[in-house]
């Protein structure tokens, strides 16, 4: 008796198929076409870009060893990027006081993907990787690899030029309210005639020069509908005045796009956490923005004492047994935060409390 070999079904042949066996035989896959394979392009592999910025020239490098150095002025800065490096990921550079405002202003207005990196992390990286050479383009170079190895962390929007702007005339009040405040302690305890005429005068022309800025910033501000409108709505938060609403908006233009959890961070008042084994260290904050946090800690001050929902926020961790500065601290976080929502749902406080 002859034995009949197994009959196997279309759909069930279909289905071996998908699977990759029929009739418990491994089907070997069948290779690409030429004309499927044209239409299927490789996966473009992602490129990192570092930037080292100098005073008067900026050196770009990639981690793969590609490499070149130009003039630390916008039109060459435009030039290389729209050229060379116009594939770029992610670009990468160092915070260096100022000397990258052209690479700044040209990722504005081309849409490059920078990200502006601490100093402090670098440099962490960068002894954590052992680079202990130190040249500009092997800077360029580690600045490439940081960028891939943050590749995952969300970027930040660029600020505007109009921010930019607004900052660099809030930091130059505060620059002249330093220098005022400086020459006044001198000047009470100078017993010199001629050197306290000295910085009598000079106390003058500080004094001129801060009404003559802050007059500037409130002119900038009024110009500007966007700007106008979200000093309004901080404003409208007892205990937040003119000068720290502007603040706010100069040094703190993410304000309004990012959580509360991310947004109290950034200012460098939400509670960190510091425990290892046996020991627990009572939570603390840390980094952050510092000069935006002094302004705050007024604006705090004041609410505390004359916004009645701070007013008995404050109140309440008192009579917890909470120490001043820390129930100070806790009414920055909750005013940043009730100042981001109002922001992000375009709402005065009367309204963002009910």
């Known amino acids: 008796m002859v034995a009949q070999s197994p009959v196997v079904s279309t759909q069930s042949a279909a289905a071996a198929r998908s699977r990759g066996t029929a009739g418990g035989k491994r089907i070997p896959a069948k290779p690409l076409s030429s004309e499927r394979a044209a239409h299927d392009p490789a996966p473009v592999k992602p490129r990192f870009v570092g930037v080292d910025v100098s005073k008067s020239w900026i050196d770009i490098a990639d981690a793969s060893g590609g490499k070149e150095r130009v003039a630390n002025q916008a039109r060459a800065i435009a030039a290389a990027f729209r050229g060379r490096w116009s594939d770029c990921t992610s670009i990468v550079c160092e915070a260096t006081g100022g000397y990258e405002r052209a690479l700044m202003d040209v990722a504005s207005a081309q849409g490059l993907p920078l990200r502006r990196a601490h100093p402090n992390r670098v440099h962490a990286f960068a002894r954590a990787s052992c680079g202990l050479a130190k040249t500009d383009a092997l800077d360029a170079k580690m600045l490439a690899k940081f960028a891939a190895f943050t590749a995952d962390e969300p970027a930040q929007p660029l600020p505007s030029a109009k921010t930019r702007e607004l900052a660099a005339m809030v ?27 000295s910085l009598a005068a000079v106390l003058q022309i500080l004094g001129g020069q801060i009404k003559a800025m802050q007059k500037a910033i409130d002119a900038f501000v009024a110009a500007d509908p966007i700007l106008k409108e979200n000093a309004a709505i901080l404003r409208s938060c007892k205990g937040v005045g003119p000068k720290s609403a502007q603040a706010i908006l100069a040094m703190l233009p ?51 004492s004359h916004n009645p929902t701070f007013k008995a926020f404050y109140d309440r961790l008192r009579a917890d047994g909470k120490p001043h500065k820390l129930a100070l601290v806790a009414v920055i976080r909750k005013l940043i935060v009730t100042l981001n929502a109002m922001v992000k749902t375009r709402q005065t406080f009367k309204n963002a409390l009910t």
């Open 254 to 304: 993410e304000i309004g796009t990012l959580d509360r959890r991310k947004i109290a961070a950034l200012v460098g008042v939400a509670p960190i956490t510091r425990s290892s084994g046996s020991s627990i260290n009572a939570a603390s904050i840390t980094g952050g923005r510092k000069a935006l946090r002094d302004i705050l800690f007024m604006a705090a001050l004041s609410a505390s």
């Open 171 to 197: 930091a130059r009040i505060v620059q002249l309210t330093d220098l005022h405040q400086s020459e006044t302690c001198r000047s009470k305890m100078e017993p010199v005639a001629a050197v306290k005429a």
